[in-house]
Nanobody, 122 residues
Framework: QVQLVESGGGLVQAGDSLRLSCAAS????????MGWFRQAPGKEREFVAA????????NYADSVKGRFTISRDNAKNTVYLQMSSLKPEDTAVYYC???????????????WGQGTRVTVSS
């Protein structure tokens, strides 16, 4: 089992920045990648970004490229999502997930956190 705890969400204005954190514990060695997904009200969960624990390869959704940066601290078993130039359409609950393949497909992720809410006001 892998436990994931997200933090860092909040209410910000358009154009602001915010950093989300995801602390992983348990059998973290069983997961090769960590991902961030988000779900806005009334919409399906969508992929945001992912990173490999080893090598640091990354993958981003087109909607956040150039604005969001995913990074990891292997020593702390923590993954971060630095979000800049936030837009109202970035408003969602953001979920951290642990998976096997560097992909945006949710089915490849075995463990999920409870989510942290991000609200961007215009």
């Amino acid at each position: 089992q892998v436990q994931l705890v997200e933090s860092g969400g909040g209410l910000v204005q358009a154009g602001d920045s915010l950093r989300l954190s995801c602390a992983a514990s348990g059998r973290t060695f069983s997961s090769a990648v960590m991902g961030w997904f988000r779900q806005a009200p009334g919409k399906e969960r969508e992929f945001v970004a992912a990173i490999a624990w080893s090598g640091g390869g990354t993958n981003y959704a087109d909607s956040v490229k150039g604005r969001f940066t995913i990074s990891r601290d292997n020593a702390k078993n923590t993954v971060y999502l630095q979000m800049s130039s936030l837009k109202p359409e970035d408003t969602a609950v953001y979920y951290c997930a642990a998976g096997r393949v560097l992909t945006g497909w949710p089915g490849s992720y075995d463990y999920w956190g409870q989510g942290t809410r991000v609200t961007v006001s215009s």
